[in-house]
């Protein structure tokens, strides 16, 4: 059974920096990985949706990695901004079982003014 | 414009009444999905649709039922709500395949006394 863990699961920065959320996944055999932000009260934003054959998409100020073999995916934010803050959702799309998203819990983070 | 819709966006009613979430996207989307969030915790896929007259159940039992008589719209019914029911309820579409992005509605969250 799929199982996606997210470290850490909250974070605080000032503004202005980089920063690195991480995501980590048991089974290997994924059709692609998709990072999404929740704000309190919303729905899911998607953010990047990276297929499994391919190692990085880039959006803005966000990339993402994936290393499938080693069950490994990371989101880094440049240059964070107090908009930034929010939950940031991994999940990921396995090749067997029913046909939907596996999720981690998120990490909570905040964008010091 | 493109868009997933969901109503009410907050339930309360109280235990053993009927309930009816409402779900529905003008973005083409064969495919549909219901996950349900509790606080704190990661979504889990409940039910999902490849398309007209199709209902699967996903990863996680869940006591509602679904419909999908129209491809644009998948409500999900609770026929006896009960205070374990509370949660928040997510509504999801995508194109055919199994490489494409998942979309995701504002969430209906509700609170059964």
């Known amino acids: 059974k799929q199982e996606v863990t997210q470290i850490p699961a909250a974070l605080s920065v000032p503004e202005g920096e980089n920063l690195v959320l991480n995501c980590s996944f048991t089974?290997?055999?994924?059709?692609?990985l998709q990072w999404f932000r929740q704000d309190p009260g919303k729905g899911l934003t998607s953010l990047l949706l990276?297929?499994?054959?391919?190692r990085e998409q880039t959006s803005g100020r966000l990339n993402a990695s994936l290393d499938k073999s080693s069950g490994r995916s990371t989101l880094y934010i440049a240059a964070s901004q107090p908009g930034d803050s929010a939950t940031y959702l991994c999940a990921v799309r396995s090749r067997g079982g029913a046909d939907g998203l596996t999720f981690g819990k998120g990490t909570h983070l905040i964008i010091q003014p | 414009e493109a868009d997933i819709y969901q109503t009410p966006r907050y339930l309360v009613i109280g235990t053993g009444k009927k309930i009816t979430l409402e779900c529905s996207q003008t973005m083409g989307h064969d495919k549909m999905y219901w996950y349900q969030q509790d606080p704190g915790m990661e979504l889990h896929l409940i039910h999902y649709?490849?398309?007209?007259?199709?209902?699967e159940k996903g990863d996680l039992s869940s006591e509602s039922t679904v419909s999908r008589i129209r491809t644009e719209h998948f409500p999900l019914t609770l026929e006896s709500a009960r205070p374990s029911h509370t949660s928040q309820y997510l509504c999801a579409s995508a194109p055919s395949g199994r490489h494409n992005e998942q979309f995701f509605g504002p969430g209906t969250r509700l609170t059964v006394l």
């Open positions: 649709s490849y398309g007209v007259n199709s209902t």
């Open positions: 990276i297929q499994s054959s391919q």
């Open positions: 089974d290997s055999a994924i059709y692609n």
